[in-house]
Structure formats: structure tokens, C-alpha cells
């Protein structure tokens, strides 16, 4: 593992830390309501969903084009079923905690899709799309940058119609 | 079916969704989404907005 990487990872710790804690902190404030929460249960089931047939198929998959391999196909899987529930989520209003601002969640996403994106280029630039035969995993962070991005766009997009939609006061 | 009582009730109180929300701890899509018929809320729910909005049961939810 080299320097960058273990940077990487302590970083990734420790902002997860961060976030446990504040979000601790915040209390029930940090809650979801019952809509809410009866959205993501519905969020949650077509994730798993999703995820489930990605590993029925993957099999299939990986016989067609074998130099995938087993660990990027697996990412592959995972990255959409959590796009699937975080788009499902954020269709139904049931992303943000009641008192969560929309400019964290905003932040985040562009950061991690932007720094995982730009790094995923640089290092199939570096070490090609190919690695021994194999799919390169930087070509999986790309993907993974990808969907946080698409995800971001759908989030922006929700929020705009959310916006416009006929309110009185 | 849209719950236009709830929403004139709340006109009545010259509230916002925003504010009707914060009063009885949801988010404003929930409160939108009551009024338009697209969610049936817990009848803890409906007990705290009837509160908030000084109303009954019946006068609010009942169909």
C-alpha cells in the first residue's frame, strides 16, 4: 500500500469518525419523519434489489468479459445498488434529515465524485485500462465517481423542482 | 384525494407549509404531500397538526 493510499484511507476514517459524532451530537434532530422514513424502506428493498440481480448476473457477465474480474464486477454491483437507493431516496424527498442543509450534502458529493474522478483518470492515464490482463480498479473509481456525480445532478435537479413547485403561504 | 381543508386550515392560520411543518416536526414534502392526497399520515401525525392547528379530527382528516 503505498503513501497516497494510506493518506487515503486515514482521511476516508477519519471524516467517517466525524461525521458519526456530529451526526451523534445533533440528536434527534438529525431524525428522519415518518414519510420519510417509510420512503427509504421502499429505497432500501429496490436497492437491495437492484444489488441482487447485478450478483445473479454478474456470473454472466463475467463469462462474456472475463477481463472485468471478479473484484471490479463486485464493485460494479455495489455501486448500483447504492446508486439505485440514493436515486430512489432523493425522488421521494427522503435523503436529507429534516435538519440537514443542502449545501453539506452538496459539498460532499461534489468532492468525493470530483477527487475520485480526477484521481481515477490520472492513474489509468498512468498505469493504462488494462493491468495484467485485467480491468484496471482505477477504472472502477471512475464509474464510482461517476454515479456520486449522477447522483448529485439528480439531487440539484429535485431540489430545483422542489422549488418550483405551487406553494401558498 | 387532495386535503384541501388541511391546507385552508392552515391558510386560516396564515402558516406555511414550512411553518406547519417545523410545528409539528416534520419536513415541508410531507406537509405537501398530505395536502395533495400523495401520503396518509400516522394519526400521531394528524393528532399533532390538528393540535397546531386548533382543529378536530374530523374536521381535518375525516373523509
Known amino acids: 500500500m503505498n ?10 476514517a477519519w471524516l467517517g469518525l466525524a461525521c458519526y459524532f456530529w451526526q451523534r451530537e445533533r440528536g434527534p434532530k438529525a431524525a428522519y419523519d415518518e414519510r420519510q422514513e417509510q420512503a427509504r424502506g421502499l ?78 483518470v490520472f492513474s489509468l492515464r498512468k498505469e493504462g485500462l488494462l493491468v495484467d490482463g485485467m480491468l484496471n480498479l482505477s477504472a472502477v473509481l471512475i464509474v464510482i465517481s461517476g454515479s456520486v456525480l449522477l447522483t448529485l445532478a439528480v439531487f440539484l435537479y429535485r431540489r430545483r423542482a422542489a422549488g418550483r413547485e405551487d406553494e401558498e403561504p | 384525494m387532495k386535503n384541501l381543508r388541511l391546507k385552508s386550515a392552515r391558510a386560516a392560520m ?38 397546531t392547528l386548533g382543529k378536530t379530527l374530523d374536521e381535518l382528516f375525516w373523509e
Open chain 2, 14 to 51: 396564515d402558516m406555511s407549509q414550512q411553518q406547519l411543518a417545523d410545528a409539528v416536526g416534520v419536513s415541508r414534502q410531507t406537509i405537501n404531500a398530505i395536502e395533495k392526497g400523495d401520503y396518509n399520515p400516522t394519526i400521531r401525525l394528524c393528532v399533532a397538526i390538528c393540535r
Open chain 1, 3 to 12: 503513501g497516497l493510499l494510506l493518506i487515503a484511507v486515514l482521511l476516508i
Open chain 1, 43 to 120: 429505497a432500501y428493498k429496490y436497492g437491495f434489489l437492484t444489488l441482487a440481480v447485478c450478483v445473479c448476473l454478474l456470473d454472466t457477465v463475467l463469462t462474456l468479459f472475463p477481463w472485468i474480474g471478479t473484484e471490479a464486477g463486485g464493485f460494479f454491483c455495489l455501486d448500483l445498488g447504492v446508486t439505485v437507493f440514493a436515486v430512489t431516496a432523493i425522488w421521494k424527498d427522503a435523503y436529507l434529515r429534516l435538519y440537514e442543509k443542502p449545501w453539506e450534502v452538496v459539498t460532499m458529493w461534489g468532492l468525493c465524485g470530483l477527487g475520485g474522478l480526477l484521481y481515477g
